[in-house]
């Protein structure tokens, strides 16, 4: 059982990126699905989740109306689509699959399995 992160990189202020979590040895689709970040020095942050049963997304107030979450189940994979980037969310992305519900995933509640991280840069 094994989660990735990946798709990281630099990008301008205002500018946008598409991270994508993927998974060996269990199908994504039958978890909640979580994007977490950590910045140097700040406590890890909830940033979006999924709900397994249902599919209703969940935002902290931070990143709301920027970034998108989705699945795609054919490629077992969970994407976080961010838009008009700030220098504040340059941080370390992981996600997390688990069995919480609600907006208990953002914080981090009942989330099992968490992958390596991929590093977002937002810097001019």
């Known amino acids: 059982v094994q989660l990735q992160a990946s798709g990281g990189g630099l990008a301008q202020p205002g500018g946008s990126l598409r991270i994508s979590c993927t998974a060996t040895?269990?199908?994504?689709?039958?978890?909640?699905i979580g994007w977490f970040r950590q910045a140097p020095g700040k406590e890890r942050e909830g940033v979006s989740c999924?709900?397994?049963?249902?599919?209703?997304?969940y935002y902290a107030d931070s990143v709301k109306g920027r970034f998108t979450i989705s699945r795609d189940g054919a490629k077992n994979t969970v994407y976080l689509q961010m838009n008009s980037l700030k220098a504040e969310d340059t941080a370390v992305y992981y996600c997390?699959?688990?069995?919480?519900?609600?907006?208990?995933?953002?914080?981090?509640?009942?989330?099992?399995?968490w992958g390596k991280g991929t590093q977002v840069t937002v810097s001019s």
């Open positions: 997390a699959a688990g069995a919480s519900s609600g907006r208990l995933c953002l914080g981090g509640y009942n989330m099992d399995y």
């Open positions: 040895g269990f199908t994504l689709a039958y978890y909640t």
């Open positions: 999924v709900g397994s049963s249902n599919d209703i997304t």
